[in-house]
């Protein structure tokens, strides 16, 4: 029974593992899943402020050659102090396109799954 009980765990995780992984994919091939709800994670090469409040964290490149953006909206009360130029950022979300750059709408801070 115990060993049951241990193959079950186990192979839950593993299905678990496969499908976080599926679901992830770098902030590069982000402009390829348009309309997709995915985990993109990635390097921030800047965290820009607009004069109205809009958050906007580039990846890979800071703007205007960024691979993708992850924006937060002036109404949101999302914690972004922990997120900086350098850190490996994963986002979750529906990757939208705007003006040709793919990004994610941040509206809720549970989207910000890990900042390393």
């Given at each position: 029974?115990?060993?049951?009980?241990?193959?079950?765990?186990?192979?839950?995780?593993?299905?678990c593992?496969?499908?976080y992984?599926q679901?992830?994919?770098?902030s590069?091939?982000?402009k390829?899943?348009?309309?997709?709800?995915?985990?993109?994670?990635?390097?921030v090469?800047?965290?820009?402020v607009?004069?109205?409040?809009?958050v906007?964290?580039?990846?890979?490149?800071?703007?205007?050659?960024?691979?993708?953006?992850?924006v937060?909206k002036i109404?949101?009360?999302?914690?972004?102090?922990?997120?900086?130029?350098?850190?490996?950022?994963?986002?979750?979300?529906?990757?939208?396109?705007?003006?040709g750059?793919?990004?994610?709408i941040?509206?809720d801070?549970?989207?910000?799954i890990k900042?390393?």
């Open positions: 029974m115990k060993n049951k009980i241990i193959l079950s765990a186990l192979f839950l995780i593993l299905i593992a496969f499908s992984s679901d992830t994919i770098s590069k091939d982000a390829n899943f348009i309309g997709e709800t995915k985990i993109v994670k990635g390097p090469a800047g965290v820009f607009s004069n109205k409040g809009t906007l964290i580039n990846f890979d490149e800071d703007h205007p050659n960024s691979t993708f953006v992850g937060i109404a949101a009360s999302i914690d972004y102090s922990n997120i900086k130029k350098g850190v490996i950022l994963t986002l979750s979300g529906k990757i939208e396109d705007y003006k750059k793919p990004e994610i941040i509206t801070q549970s989207q910000i900042v390393e």
